[in-house]
């Protein structure tokens, strides 16, 4: 196969999303060895013995995750993150919600700290995608980013039973 033309451009492959299941708890681990890299320039790697996604240096990169939600209820979002910049902002959506993030200066890229993002509920169990993207392309400060989770905090009630009266 031969592909002729003006002006073409490498393009990566998509990355293969591999479903993230819960744990026993409800609770969802989301490791940089398992996020899909949607970037030309995204590497994981290893820093201070954890793995991470490296060399966000565009704006424009993200990466997502595939998570399996076996339980339902209120879910607390954290994030451990390296970074030697003060203003690198970032942003988490999950569960139709959105966190804009502010990542702290840990002093070094292996220097990794767990920063909490914020709460939200889930109410049917199945599917959920996770992404982490620039808050803002243009002022973008790169990160390191080891993992997110997702900790169930509080199971979901029920839905009432409409009485036959």
Known sequence: LKITGGNLKPVTAPATAQVV????????????????LHGSQLKLETRGGLPDIGYWDDGDAWVSWTAQITKTGTF??????????????????????????????????????????????????????VKVRAKDKAAWKPISLNSVKLTLTGMALPAAIPSKN
């Open 76 to 129: 607390d979002v954290s994030a451990t993150v390296a970074t030697l910049y003060g203003d690198a902002g970032f942003v988490v959506e999950a569960g139709g919600e959105t966190f804009s993030v502010q990542a702290p200066q840990t002093g070094g890229w292996d220097a990794f700290q767990t920063i909490d993002i914020g709460r939200f509920q889930i109410l049917q169990p199945g599917e959920l995608v």
């Open 21 to 36: 299941q819960a744990d026993s708890n409800g609770d969802v681990f989301l490791s940089a060895t398992n996020a899909a």
